[in-house]
Nanobody, 130 residues
């Protein structure tokens, strides 16, 4: 069964850090660009950060630049999102998605709708609150 599984979410105080993981099973992430998306209560899902499978290029949404870092470990078939200096407005369900082919990462992150990505994880909750 081909699937993505996110982990690492939780509750943290403002200014804290979390690292999310997106592990693939049943297929190799080596052949896919991977993105992190989030959906806050009452809001539409948005692209947060995406990473290429070809040249390692990355894209970050403006509000998280300098605070979040995306990385991939193809040997572990896993992509990570290191989040630091978290803010209450980062509270959301975070999803990872994978898209095969020749992918421009900024374009991938601009497509948060389900039908535009090949695989989606089930999501992990991140809550930032004092």
């Amino acid at each position: 069964q081909k699937q993505l599984v996110e982990s690492g979410g939780g509750s943290v105080q403002p200014g804290g850090s979390l690292t999310l993981s997106c592990a693939a099973s049943g297929f190799s992430l080596r052949n896919y660009a991977v993105g992190w998306f989030r959906q806050a209560p009452g809001k539409e899902r948005e692209g947060v950060s995406c990473i290429s499978n070809k040249d390692g290029s990355t894209y970050y949404e403006d509000s998280i630049k300098g605070r979040f870092t995306i990385s991939r470990d193809n040997a572990k078939n896993t992509v990570y999102l290191q989040m630091s200096r978290l803010k209450p407005e980062d509270t959301a369900v975070y999803y990872c998605a994978a898209l095969g082919g020749i992918v421009q990462v900024e374009a991938m992150c601009a497509l948060p709708e389900t039908q535009y990505q090949d695989y989606w994880g089930q999501g992990t909750q991140v809550t930032v609150s004092s």
